[in-house]
C-alpha cells in the first residue's frame, strides 16, 4: 500500500464486530468460552439488545456487542443479556469490570420498569442472566485490573460491600497458534492470524496457508460463512501486514483454491475490499477537509476580535505585527491572547501571551 492510500482504521475491531453478530460466529466463540453453558443458548432468535437500555455516556462503545438469546432451563425459556466487549489494543482498559457492571444495571433497572408496568397480579421479580465477555485480542496478556474489588480504593475493609462481579476474559495472546488452528470453529482459526501478524514473513505464510486449508470444508456446506472468513483473512493481509507483502497474499490465496470458480470469487472479494479502501480514503478525506475548515474558520473569528479590541486598546499594529497576528492559526494561542488582552501593554507582548 502506498502512503497516499490509507487504511481502514480499526481493521480488528471492525471485522469481529461484523462477524460476532453473526450467530453461528457467536455461538463457535462462546463455545469456547463458557462450554457447559452453550447447549442451553437458543441461537436462532439472537437479536440485538435495545439500545435505549443503555443511557447517557454508557450508551456503549462502538467495539462492545450487546445481544439477547434466549437461555433454556428445563420447565422454562429466558432471555439472557450478553456481552461482548472487544479490546484490541495492548494497553489494556482498568475500567472494563466497571463497565460491564453498568450496562448490567442499566439491563436490569429496564427490566424492572418493564415488571412495574405489569398489570396486577404480577409474577415475582426475577433478574435475567447476563453473561459478561472481554474478548481480548492484543498481542500481550491483560494487563490490568479483572475484577470490580480491584479497583475499590483504601481501606480494604469496604471490600465485602462490593458485588462479586467479573466478566470473563478470554485472551487471545493465551492460544499459540497451532492451538487455534486446530481448534474445531472456524473464527478461532482465522484469529491464529492475528497470532503471527508481527512474525516473519515465513511463519505467517505458513499460518495463512493453514487457515485456509482449515476452512476449505465450509466452501460446500456454509458458502456465506466461508465469504466471512475469507474476507477477514484478506482484510488482515491488506491492513495487519507489510504494503510490499500484498502481492503474495493474492497469489497464495489465489494459488489454494480448488478451480477456476473459486479463484474468480476471490478477485471478486479483493476487489471489493480494494473499492471499501478507496471510498474510506475518500470519505476521511472529506471528514478532515471539513475539520479542519472548522478550526480555520475559528482562528480567523478569533484574529478578526482580536484586532478589533487590540486597535482600541493597544493602538494600531505596524505591518510586521498586523502579519504576525494574521498568521497565528492555533486556536489555543488566540484564546490566550484574547484573556492577555486587557492586561498586555504592547502588540508584542500580547502576541507572546502563554497564559
Given at each position: 500500500?502506498?502512503?497516499?492510500?490509507?487504511?481502514?482504521?480499526?481493521?480488528?475491531?471492525?471485522?469481529l464486530?461484523?462477524?460476532?453478530?453473526k450467530?453461528?460466529n457467536?455461538?463457535?466463540?462462546?463455545?469456547a468460552?463458557?462450554?457447559?453453558?452453550?447447549?442451553g443458548?437458543?441461537f436462532?432468535?439472537?437479536?440485538?439488545?435495545?439500545?435505549?437500555?443503555?443511557?447517557?455516556?454508557?450508551?456503549?462503545?462502538?467495539?462492545d456487542?450487546?445481544?439477547?438469546?434466549?437461555?433454556?432451563?428445563?420447565?422454562r425459556?429466558?432471555?439472557?443479556?450478553?456481552?461482548?466487549?472487544?479490546?484490541?489494543?495492548?494497553?489494556?482498559?482498568?475500567?472494563?469490570?466497571?463497565?460491564?457492571?453498568?450496562?448490567?444495571?442499566?439491563?436490569?433497572?429496564?427490566?424492572?420498569?418493564?415488571?412495574?408496568?405489569?398489570?396486577s397480579?404480577r409474577?415475582?421479580?426475577?433478574?435475567?442472566?447476563?453473561?459478561?465477555?472481554?474478548?481480548?485480542?492484543g498481542s500481550?496478556?491483560?494487563?490490568?485490573?479483572?475484577?470490580?474489588?480491584?479497583?475499590?480504593?483504601?481501606?480494604?475493609?469496604?471490600?465485602?460491600?462490593?458485588?462479586?462481579?467479573?466478566?470473563?476474559?478470554?485472551?487471545?495472546?493465551?492460544h499459540?497458534?497451532?492451538?487455534?488452528?486446530?481448534?474445531h470453529?472456524a473464527?478461532l482459526?482465522?484469529?491464529?492470524?492475528?497470532?503471527?501478524?508481527?512474525?516473519e514473513?515465513?511463519?505467517?505464510?505458513?499460518?495463512?496457508?493453514?487457515?485456509?486449508?482449515?476452512?476449505?470444508?465450509l466452501?460446500?456446506?456454509?458458502?456465506?460463512?466461508?465469504?466471512?472468513?475469507?474476507?477477514?483473512i484478506?482484510?488482515?493481509?491488506?491492513?495487519?501486514?507489510?504494503?510490499?507483502?500484498?502481492?503474495?497474499?493474492s497469489?497464495?490465496?489465489?494459488?489454494m483454491q480448488?478451480?477456476?470458480?473459486?479463484?474468480?470469487?476471490?478477485?471478486?472479494m479483493?476487489?471489493?475490499?480494494?473499492?471499501?479502501?478507496?471510498?474510506?480514503?475518500?470519505?476521511e478525506?472529506?471528514?478532515?477537509?471539513?475539520?479542519?475548515g472548522?478550526v480555520?474558520?475559528?482562528?480567523?473569528?478569533?484574529?478578526?476580535?482580536?484586532?478589533?479590541?487590540?486597535?482600541?486598546?493597544?493602538?494600531?499594529p505596524?505591518?510586521?505585527?498586523?502579519?504576525?497576528?494574521?498568521?497565528?492559526?492555533?486556536?489555543?494561542?488566540?484564546?490566550?491572547?484574547?484573556?492577555?488582552?486587557?492586561q498586555?501593554?504592547?502588540?508584542?507582548?500580547?502576541?507572546?501571551?502563554?497564559?
Amino acid at each position: 500500500m502506498n502512503e497516499a492510500e490509507p487504511q481502514i482504521r480499526d481493521f480488528v475491531d471492525r471485522s469481529l464486530r461484523e462477524l460476532l453478530s453473526k450467530p453461528v460466529n457467536l455461538e463457535g466463540f462462546l463455545g469456547a468460552v463458557v462450554p457447559e453453558l452453550i447447549a442451553g443458548f437458543d441461537f436462532a432468535k439472537m437479536r440485538p439488545a435495545r439500545r435505549e437500555y443503555f443511557l447517557g455516556q454508557w450508551r456503549s462503545r462502538e467495539a462492545d456487542l450487546l445481544f439477547e438469546i434466549p437461555y433454556r432451563l428445563p420447565d422454562r425459556e429466558d432471555w439472557a443479556l450478553v456481552c461482548v466487549l472487544l479490546e484490541h489494543q495492548t494497553k489494556t482498559d482498568w475500567r472494563t469490570p466497571l463497565t460491564t457492571l453498568i450496562y448490567a444495571a442499566l439491563y436490569w433497572e429496564w427490566q424492572l420498569r418493564q415488571w412495574e408496568m405489569l398489570k396486577s397480579p404480577r409474577p415475582d421479580f426475577l433478574l435475567r442472566p447476563i453473561l459478561p465477555v472481554v474478548l481480548h485480542t492484543g498481542s500481550r496478556p491483560w494487563g490490568t485490573v479483572k475484577t470490580l474489588r480491584d479497583l475499590l480504593i483504601e481501606p480494604a475493609v469496604f471490600r465485602s460491600f462490593l458485588p462479586d462481579w467479573q466478566p470473563l476474559f478470554w485472551e487471545l495472546a493465551q492460544h499459540s497458534p497451532d492451538q487455534l488452528l486446530h481448534s474445531h470453529e472456524a473464527l478461532l482459526q482465522v484469529l491464529a492470524l492475528l497470532r503471527v501478524e508481527d512474525q516473519e514473513q515465513a511463519e505467517a505464510v505458513r499460518t495463512f496457508r493453514s487457515v485456509l486449508q482449515q476452512l476449505d470444508p465450509l466452501h460446500d456446506t456454509n458458502f456465506v460463512r466461508w465469504e466471512d472468513m475469507i474476507r477477514f483473512i484478506l482484510g488482515w493481509a491488506t491492513h495487519r501486514r507489510p504494503p510490499e507483502e500484498r502481492p503474495l497474499w493474492s497469489s497464495l490465496a489465489e494459488e489454494m483454491q480448488a478451480d477456476e470458480q473459486r479463484k474468480q470469487e476471490l478477485k471478486a472479494m479483493q476487489m471489493t475490499i480494494a473499492d471499501e479502501i478507496r471510498l474510506e480514503g475518500k470519505a476521511e478525506g472529506k471528514a478532515e477537509g471539513k475539520a479542519e475548515g472548522k478550526v480555520e474558520g475559528k482562528a480567523e473569528a478569533f484574529r478578526g476580535v482580536l484586532l478589533h479590541l487590540g486597535r482600541q486598546h493597544l493602538g494600531e499594529p505596524d505591518a510586521t505585527t498586523l502579519q504576525a497576528v494574521e498568521s497565528i492559526t492555533d486556536v489555543d494561542h488566540l484564546e490566550r491572547m484574547s484573556r492577555a488582552l486587557l492586561q498586555a501593554k504592547s502588540w508584542t507582548e500580547l502576541i507572546a501571551a502563554r497564559s
